[in-house]
């Protein structure tokens, strides 16, 4: 598939008045081992409050800024384009974040640790907290989702410590 996300950043002239700081559009790559997966990391940040000025900018706009606890340095964001082609291969993991998942096209199941499976369609938002998880298409068509992954405390149940899974 030829993934391609188009990423509009707003800045700030001399004068303060809002300017497109640039516009510019990102091709998706494939991660070693992900076959039928492809992504766009579209931007990330690494502390609260998020340093807005430009020479911040050129490093977020870079995808991971800092990668400490998974997304960045335990305050950190990254937003992401994701295509999950049909038949791709199910990648469980589970990451110390608060993570957005909208789907923007397509339709794929959700799959937790537990089996079960959920099926996610355009529009559908996923609010995702620390869990195990996996992204499967069993459809004909390729699924795009836009991910916001927010760094989080691991999560806790049972007497445990749920910390990052995240298989090379």
């Known amino acids: 598939m030829a993934l391609d996300v188009r990423r509009i950043v707003t800045g700030h002239d001399a004068s303060g008045k809002a300017i497109v ?6 091709h998706a790559n494939t991660r070693p081992g992900r076959a039928g997966i492809t992504r766009c990391e579209v931007w990330s940040s690494d502390g609260m409050p998020v340093d807005l000025s430009d020479a911040a900018a050129e490093k977020q706009k870079q995808g991971f800024v800092v990668r400490h606890n998974y997304v960045g340095s335990g305050q950190g964001t990254v937003v992401r384009v ?21 789907v ?39 699924c795009v989702s836009a991910f916001v992954l927010i760094d989080a405390n691991p999560a806790q149940a049972g007497g445990q410590i749920l910390r990052t899974h995240y298989p090379s």
Not at 125 to 137: D, E, L, P, Y
């Open 104 to 142: 923007l096209s397509g339709e794929c199941d959700l799959e937790l640790d537990d089996g079960k499976t959920l099926r996610v369609r355009q529009g559908d938002i996923v609010v995702q907290r620390g869990t195990m998880h996996a992204w499967v298409n069993t459809g004909t068509q390729p």
């Open 82 to 102: 994701v295509e999950f082609a049909p038949g791709a291969p199910k990648f469980m993991h589970r990451t110390e974040t608060l993570d957005y998942g909208i």
């Open 21 to 26: 700081a640039s516009d510019e559009h990102l």
